[in-house]
């Protein structure tokens, strides 16, 4: 008797609850979503930020056409499961504790990609596309610095081993042949000579081997007098919005990664990007500039560190390795930005520029998705920047921005001439993804938070060979295909 009284009582409220949604529903949702760029970033928070939620809107248009057979039907199965909960209490904890972890909060699409369960049925639809990536290990949200592939591949091969011999040889040479360095470290540069290789890469240290050793205690020795001549100064007027700057935007650099965080290394950092603004006066510091640092940090670390960097202590280390892996940083990230200055003077224009051309490069590429951001007004310049600014680092987990600089600085011009290939194959990457989105903030959200966390050396291997075949097809033909 009290079932058929409440199965009576939860069809009332069922049918009381459908027509309550249908009133609701009356207004159009289209009416709700931002009209412009200028909204949409009033709502929405830099997508960089780690304290975002996703927020969850389901269709509702299901409840409309339900009736009360379904409602009845819907209750009957409510009790009947009811039922057999009451008789098995173990299985009903465990199913709670599912459906707890089916709804936990989710801060950005990267950890909700993470955490997605195949058989959840309260998604968003716009993320079923989602579900048809290939399965692959979970890597952890505070991702390995470490090599490592997203298939799951073995550390080290016979050929992977091969080609560490041929650079060990090659290292070891008289006058290293920077042409066949350059060629060898294309496609990847082992971890193990990665510090030495990149030092030779960047112009930091000479081809003749027995120059090496006198030029790195030169140039330690002149970095840390930059130190002792201009460090104080950060304190004077002149100075002070600088290094105020630098301090506010050092933690925020790489904040899910605890070494970032350590006290000494945020030291570092303060003194690498403040001497490095006041001997550049052109640009200064620009925000953007202290990303640069961490890929040159981590790999002159790894000199000294045979475990993953991302939790280890710098305090372990000697004062003399910490000057080293200072300076160092100093001058590879130096070098790095000579090539890309323009990036950060008065206004931009290199950044402006770029932006500009890796638009009309997509519009050749693929006038499909080109069209569709100028359908729902989507300038290039709202997501692109940030993809010129910092490298693509805020799209991409370190180990796989570490990996692209093998490549960048194996090729002429790396970091800006092919960076702009690179951009327009990552866009082109998520074309799909992109022509499922129809308004323009659920495209401003897709490119703000681009499904990456997985990605390891596979994934970046085939992003950099799309990247060379289109500079290939474009870049000694720019008219070639214009339209």
Known sequence: MVSVFCLFCFVLFFDSFIKERSKVNAVPLKNKKASSF???????????????????????????????????????????????????PERSQSTAADITTNFKVIKSSSDAQLSRNSGDTCLRNPLHKQ??????????????????????????TVREKTRLEKFRQLLSSHNTDLDELRKCSWPGVPREVRPVTWRLLSGYLPANTERRKMTLQRKREEYFGFIEQYYDSRNEEHHQDTYRQIH?????????????????????????????????????????INDLVTPFFVVFLSEYVEEDVENFDVTNLSQDMLRSIEAD??????????????NYTFAQPGIQKKVQALEELVSRIDEQVHNHFRRYEVEYLQFAFRWMNNLLMRELPLRC????????????????????????????KWRKEIL????????????????????????????????????????DAPNHYRR
């Open 38 to 88: 200028h909204e949409f970033a009033r709502n929405t928070s830099d997508a960089w930020d780690i304290g975002d939620d996703e927020d969850e809107d389901f269709s509702t248009s299901s409840f409309q056409t339900l009736n009360s057979k379904v409602a009845l039907a819907t209750a009957a199965q409510v009790l009947e499961n009811h039922s057999k909960l009451r008789m098995k």
């Open 131 to 156: 579900q048809s990536l290939p399965l692959r290990p979970i890597i952890p949200l505070v991702a390995r610095i470490s090599d490592q592939n997203a298939s799951g591949a073995p550390p080290m």
């Open 248 to 288: 506010i935007d050092i933690p925020r650099t790489n904040p899910l990664i605890p070494l970032f965080q350590q006290p000494l290394v945020q030291e570092i950092f303060e003194r690498i990007l403040f001497i490095w603004a006041i001997r550049h006066p052109a640009s200064g510091y620009v925000q953007g």
């Open 329 to 342: 940083s100093f001058w590879c990230m130096s070098k790095l930005l000579d090539g890309i200055q323009d």
């Open 401 to 428: 921005t570490i990996r692209l600089w093998d490549t960048y600085q194996s090729e002429p011009e790396g970091f800006s001439h092919f960076h702009l290939y690179v951009c327009a194959a990552f866009l082109i």
């Open 436 to 475: 499922d989105e129809e308004d323009f903030q659920g495209l401003l959200m897709l490119l703000q938070n681009l499904p990456t966390i997985h990605w390891g050396n596979e994934e970046i291997g085939l992003l950099l060979a799309e990247a060379y075949r289109l500079k290939y097809m474009f870049a």
